[in-house]
């Protein structure tokens, strides 16, 4: 077995630079809580770590099966509300109240795919935007027990300490972007999924002629969506130790889309980078909110992803992978660019 993983990293890994780097920083995310113990930096990379599945998530759903949802935050809030309504009203804790509110995200995703079916392009965005916007006015409808725009505090946390709450959410990211690369990856031997996504965002009719079941698919892809932006929603609540209605605007919706566009979209890379890059960036000089980078992150971020989508369209990430990863013309095998043949064939890359 370890005879096996040395040769894969030997012969899969290092001899590309786009993995080599992800390896060294998702280390470095590890290691992090070694170089400092200020509080505040473990808070925003915590919830950096969270919003990043939140931005992946989307980026499955909207980049990856061509069901651009302008309203994702309806599963992260739907969730983030869940958690705190249990704990308020049943008292129940983290243990439980995070699977419940996770199953209660991918119960609306499923409700909400059924009429989101029979549309397509910007009428099916209309329509998933508009599904938050209906759950914001229940929530102030029920100022009693939602405590309307105040929202619920007092929500407990999931760990005794701010690294605790880091380690969970770092090792959660992990394992979660990991399970939604492999669902994405169209070259997996094994998981056809990223290869049937790529078909139907291409050309539904084609996909469908030649035997797939794009509507179970178009589901499956509401049900991961609203699944692991639910698992990010439910353990937000609980860092955060309030909810709100923000986590149900048009704004928390808009922040993954721009996440993954700065990044680059049907990537999964992508999104991490444009939360790590914009979202931390911005969270460490704008010191929780109190001066003027704090007050207009969102301002700063649209700014942003318009200079890169005009010199970088395909996103920050996707760029600096072409500028050093090239592919070969003949075998189709990963190379670095500074490589005059194949590693494997030996074609000429020049």
């Keep these: 077995m370890l005879r096996r993983l040395f040769k894969d990293l030997r012969f899969s890994v290092l001899p590309v630079p786009g993995k080599v780097i992800a390896i060294v920083f998702f280390v470095f995310l590890f290691i992090f809580p070694l170089f400092t113990d200020k509080s505040y930096y473990m808070f925003v990379f915590a919830t950096s770590n969270l919003l990043v599945i939140f931005a992946v998530s989307w980026d499955l759903l909207s980049g990856y099966s061509g069901q651009v949802n302008f309203g994702h935050a309806l599963f992260f809030g739907v969730s983030a509300w869940s958690v705190g309504l249990l704990n308020k009203y049943l008292g129940w804790q983290p243990w439980a109240t995070i699977p419940v509110g996770t199953l209660i995200a991918t119960g609306v995703g499923v409700l909400t795919c059924f009429p989101a079916l029979r549309l397509r392009g910007p009428y099916l965005s209309l329509l998933t935007m508009s599904f938050p916007l209906m759950l914001i006015g229940l929530v102030m409808a029920f100022k009693k027990w939602t405590g309307g725009e105040f929202g619920i505090s007092g929500i407990p946390e999931i760990a005794a300490t701010r690294v605790g709450e880091y380690y969970i959410s770092l090792i959660v990211m992990t394992v979660s972007v990991l399970i939604m690369w492999k669902l994405t990856d169209a070259g997996s031997k094994y998981v056809r999924t990223g290869l049937i996504f790529h078909a139907i965002r291409e050309d539904e009719i084609a996909a469908r002629a030649s035997g797939i079941n794009t509507i179970r698919y178009k589901i499956l892809a509401f049900v991961i969506g609203g699944f692991f932006a639910g698992l990010a929603g439910a353990l937000y609540a609980h860092i955060l130790g309030t909810v709100s209605i923000s986590s149900l605007s ?36 704008g010191v929780g909110g109190t001066t003027w980078v704090g007050q207009n992150q969102i301002l700063i971020m649209a700014i942003i992803v318009i200079l890169v989508l005009l010199f970088m369209p395909e996103g920050v990430a996707v760029w600096v992978r072409n500028k050093i990863e090239r592919e070969c013309p003949r075998c189709k095998l990963t190379n670095a660019a500074w490589r005059k043949e194949c590693r494997a064939c030996g074609a000429n890359l020049r």
Aim: proline share 0%; glycine share 12%; no cysteine.
């Design 250 to 285: 048009m704004v928390m919706s808009f922040r993954a889309i721009i996440y993954v566009v700065f990044g680059g979209i049907v990537s999964i890379y992508g999104a991490v980078v444009g939360v790590y890059v914009l979202q931390t960036l911005l969270q460490l000089l």
